[in-house]
């Protein structure tokens, strides 16, 4: 289990500074253990990355690894945007995470309001039978072991599972969910800008501007048979609608490909405006979302 949070009652002057310079992610931490033991199909919780090491700052993500019997897997992965809503307040649904590697299961980004800030929560979900496998590659710490915990599904219990994970891999992407994922690689760049990252700063301008794109096609050409950056032109820009909106694209993608906060900004409010204009059921679907990631992200720009 993590550390409680509150300190023992005697405390030398070295642990009380430690106790109050602590990460606040590991009180977070502590309430995800807390609920996500409760639940009779995860079998394992394992943390990874900064709090792992002990490295972690004040923008340091809670990368939490949750193992899932494999029977029960498909189906608490449905049903993790309501447990994550309704336990934790989460902002958005979860994004699933195409930049982290396959580690056997499917991951997932949420963001988590904490104290007035928005918390990144990297959950990674991996079947109990590829649990193992996932430790020794990656060496995560382990926070909880529930029992039955060794028990092993059977051989076509796995590959059911496995399927069903590559199922949801596949699957496209909406425009709702397109814009999900815009706002939470928002949040990462913002974060990495604020680090003096560039280089992964650069790639997730990337990311934006090629969901940018997704966003078009996926509104004006749902069907099409291609992907990436292939036949853009040739499909988008049939309409004047189209055309326009390749405008806007050509001016993000021209834009420095490493940028500052306001540039940043200005990627994210493209693809809303975009989808406005285009998807705007997605825009309406999502509005509550988009203001109050918007409230969050003024309020700490005020505390630069």
């Excluded at 291609?226 to 405008?247: I, K, M, N, Q």
């Excluded at 809303?272 to 003024?298: F, G, K, M, N």
Aim: glycine share 6%.
């Amino acid at each position: 289990m993590p550390t409680p949070v509150l300190p023992p009652t005697e405390l030398t002057p070295l642990e009380e500074l430690a106790h109050a310079h602590r990460p606040v992610q590991l009180a977070v931490l502590g309430d995800l253990v807390q609920a996500l033991s409760a639940t009779t199909a995860v079998t394992h919780l394992l943390v990874r990355g900064s709090l792992a090491t002990g490295t972690a700052d004040r923008l340091s993500d809670v990368d939490l690894v949750v193992a899932v019997r494999d029977e029960q897997l498909p189906t608490l992965m449905g049903s993790l945007d309501t447990l994550m809503s309704t336990t934790f307040g989460t902002l958005l649904p979860g994004w699933r995470d195409t930049i982290v590697g396959n580690l056997g299961g499917a991951g997932f980004v949420y963001l988590l309001p904490h104290d007035g800030h928005l918390l990144q929560l990297d959950l990674y979900l991996c079947p109990t039978s590829a649990v193992h496998a996932l430790r020794r590659r990656i060496g995560p710490r382990l926070l909880w072991q529930g029992p039955g915990a060794q028990d092993t599904a059977d051989a076509d219990t796995q590959r059911q599972t496995a399927q069903e994970l590559a199922r949801a891999t596949e699957a496209p992407a909406d425009c709702g969910s397109l814009l999900v994922q815009a706002m939470v690689l928002h949040a990462m760049l913002r974060k990495r800008l604020a680090r003096g990252q560039q280089y992964i700063a650069y790639g997730l301008l990337h990311d934006l501007n090629a969901t940018c794109r997704d966003v078009i096609r996926t509104a004006l050409v749902p069907h099409s048979r291609h992907h990436g950056w292939y036949h853009l032109p040739d499909e988008v820009g049939r309409s004047t609608t189209g055309r326009e909106c390749l405008a806007e694209l050509t001016e993000a993608l021209t834009s420095p490909p490493v940028p500052n906060r306001a540039q940043a900004d200005e990627a994210l409010e493209r693809i809303v405006r975009l989808a406005q204009r285009i998807a705007p059921h997605a825009v309406a679907s999502l509005a509550d979302e988009i203001t109050a990631y918007r409230a969050y992200q003024q309020h700490e720009e005020g505390l630069v």
